[in-house]
């Protein structure tokens, strides 16, 4: 039976594994379904994390000197889907994609968001293939040519500024007149000539052919159409709250949560389940920072440590 598995490796899962293991505790395993890092690791910048103030580097470069740190201590990282969570008597039962079961005392699930699709016509069938949710990954494929970013969120404005350094223009498509960036980063999407912001407009549809998306239909308020010809549509709405764990076989929530499926949790990042805690983005009232992901998991990780002292 493992002392802690922690679900998710994103910022929190890895400051869990962190404190979990530097505190002491033997048989812990990060249970990530991808490479550890994160969200963040789509981010062409992190500028408001303390201690680390360089433009040069991008999320992934930010998230790999983590590893090393994290692992350090005997953190186990196991490559795989988590898809349930139960708790059976005092302990938790894990169901893996591959099938296997896995026991554990504790469990820290810090699963965060995943990116939304805006719903227009042809993004689902030209997804990969001209729609694209990272820039980071995506922006060089658009070097010297115009793209569109749609939606008027810190990252749609953060990553529309990040492609307007690569691409000729970029068209920033938001359906409002006011966004919800930050102050600063709107400034600084203004002031940047190659932007063009387009508010009060949605895209209607995405047009294309075998060799990939060609142009964008654009519906103003007016109900006034016009079409935009680029290649790259990059689609920033928002996210995806990664509850689907704390399911049970009902499709009940296994503990409480809000409104948005967000996870209630207490100071020490304790849900409603004893022994359950969750950590990051996942939680209600989170700043969806990496600073404040990485306390949570920090508490989260040192709650553990004190409730298996009580246990024991
Ligand atoms: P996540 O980073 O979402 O990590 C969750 C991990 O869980 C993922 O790796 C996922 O693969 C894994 N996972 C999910 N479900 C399962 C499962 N069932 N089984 C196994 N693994 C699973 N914040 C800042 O502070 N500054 C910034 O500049 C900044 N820029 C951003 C730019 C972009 C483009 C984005 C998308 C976000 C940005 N953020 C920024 C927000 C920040 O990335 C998040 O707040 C932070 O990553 C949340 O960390 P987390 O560990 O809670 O979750
Ligand atoms: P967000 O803040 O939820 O913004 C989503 C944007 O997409 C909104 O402007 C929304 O429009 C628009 N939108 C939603 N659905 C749409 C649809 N179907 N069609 C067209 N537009 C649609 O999401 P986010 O920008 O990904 O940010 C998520 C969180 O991470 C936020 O809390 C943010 O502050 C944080 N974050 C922080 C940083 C940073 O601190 N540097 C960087 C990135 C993200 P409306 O405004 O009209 O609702």
């Known amino acids: 039976m493992l002392d802690c598995a922690i679900i998710g490796g994103g910022p929190a899962g890895l400051t869990a594994g ?26 062409s910048e992190i500028e408001n994390y303390p201690g680390f103030f360089d433009h040069t580097k991008t999320g992934m470069d930010f998230m790999d000197s983590w590893m090393e740190q994290c692992f350090h201590f005997g953190l186990t990282h196991k490559m ?78 953060e990553e529309a500024y990040y492609l307007s350094k690569i691409c000729s ?27 063009e912001i387009i508010t009060n407009t949605h895209i209607k549809e995405a047009i294309g052919d075998s060799m990939g998306l060609s142009r964008l239909v654009l519906e103003n308020l007016n109900a006034e159409q016009s079409v935009l010809e680029v290649n790259g549509i990059f689609v920033f709405v928002g996210r995806n709250i990664n509850n689907g764990v704390l399911k049970s076989d009902e499709d009940n929530f296994i503990c409480e949560v809000n409104q948005y499926g967000e996870v209630s949790v207490d100071l020490k990042m304790r849900t409603s389940v004893e022994g359950l805690f969750v950590a990051g983005d996942l939680r209600a009232d989170a700043q969806k920072q990496v600073v404040c992901a990485a306390g949570d998991g920090a508490v989260a990780g040192l709650s553990v440590i004190s409730y298996i002292q009580e246990m024991e």
């Open 18 to 43: 962190l404190y979990t293991t530097r505190g002491g505790l033997k048989n812990v395993v990060m249970f990530e379904m991808g490479l550890p890092g994160g969200q963040i690791t789509q981010s």
């Open 80 to 157: 795989e889907k988590v898809l349930k969570v139960k708790k059976v008597d005092e302990h938790f039962e894990l169901t893996l994609e591959s099938g296997e079961k896995v026991e554990s005392k504790t469990v820290i699930v810090a699963t965060g968001s995943t990116p939304k699709r805006a719903g227009f016509k042809g993004e689902d069938e030209f997804f990969g293939r001209g729609v694209s949710t990272c820039a980071t990954c995506d922006g060089f494929f658009y070097k010297n040519r115009e793209v569109a970013v749609l939606g008027g969120g810190d990252t749609a404005l």
């Open 169 to 195: 223009k970029v068209y920033l498509i938001h359906r409002r007149d006011e966004f919800r960036a930050s102050p600063l980063t709107i400034q600084r999407v203004q002031k940047t000539q190659n932007i």
